[in-house]
Nanobody, 117 residues
């Protein structure tokens, strides 16, 4: 089993910055992709960014140039730095880990972020 613990959410003003963090623990081995997804109330869960074990990164078009994702393979953490945040209602950000050797996906419990003045 793998456990994902997220932190860093909260309220931030439009144009501000916020850094989330996700720490994975448990039976982690081999190659795995980590990512963050975002879900607003009543909406589907959308990809924010992914990063592979080798450091290949993919961003959603909506966050390119504003978000930077990084990971520490030794600590099994993945952190998105979110800058120039746009106003909007609350959204929950979910950490994601795809353990590729066994094809299993794990999700964190979610961390709420609200961008509002």
């Amino acid at each position: 089993q793998v456990q994902l613990v997220e932190s860093g959410g909260g309220l931030v003003q439009p144009g501000g910055s916020l850094r989330l963090s996700c720490a994975a623990s448990g039976s982690i081995f081999g190659i795995y992709t980590m990512a963050w997804y975002r879900q607003a109330p009543g909406k589907q869960r959308d990809l924010v960014a992914t990063i592979t074990s080798g450091g290949n990164i993919n961003y959603a078009d909506s966050v390119k140039g504003r978000f930077t994702i990084s990971r520490d393979n030794a600590k099994n953490t993945v952190d998105p730095q979110m800058d120039s945040l746009k106003p909007g209602g609350p959204a929950v950000f979910f950490c994601y880990l795809h353990l590729q050797p066994v094809g299993v996906v794990y999700w964190g419990p979610g961390n709420q972020v609200t961008v509002s003045s």
